[in-house]
Nanobody
Framework: QVQLVESGGGLVQAGGSLRLSCAASGRTFNSAHMAWLRQAPGKEREFVAAITWNGGSTTYADSVKGRITISRDNAKNTVYLQMNSLKSEDRAVYYC?????????????????WGQGTQVTVSS
């Protein structure tokens, strides 16, 4: 088992920045691919970004490319999501998720462990 705890959400003006963190404990974090997904009100949860176990490869949803960066610090058992130039459509609950597998994935169903989420609200 692994426990994932997100933090860093909050209220920010459009154009502003936030950095989300996801702290992991339990199962070996530094062998897990990690991802961030989000769910806006009334919408399905959607993929945002993912990073391989060693940070060597990342992938992003088209809607966030150039504005959002995923990174990790295996010494701290933490994965981050740096969000810049935030838009109203970025408003959502953001979840981190973990996957122990050979390949990185952008599919929600491929992730086995989830945090409780952190709310991001963007005011215009």
């Amino acid at each position: 088992q692994v426990q994932l705890v997100e933090s860093g959400g909050g209220l920010v003006q459009a154009g502003g920045s936030l950095r989300l963190s996801c702290a992991a404990s339990g199962r070996t974090f530094n062998s897990a691919h990690m991802a961030w997904l989000r769910q806006a009100p009334g919408k399905e949860r959607e993929f945002v970004a993912a990073i391989t176990w060693n940070g060597g490869s990342t992938t992003y949803a088209d809607s966030v490319k150039g504005r959002i960066t995923i990174s990790r610090d295996n010494a701290k058992n933490t994965v981050y999501l740096q969000m810049n130039s935030l838009k109203s459509e970025d408003r959502a609950v953001y979840y981190c998720a973990a996957r122990w597998a050979l390949e990185l994935s952008s599919l929600e169903s491929q992730y086995n462990f989830w945090g409780q989420g952190t709310q991001v609200t963007v005011s215009s």
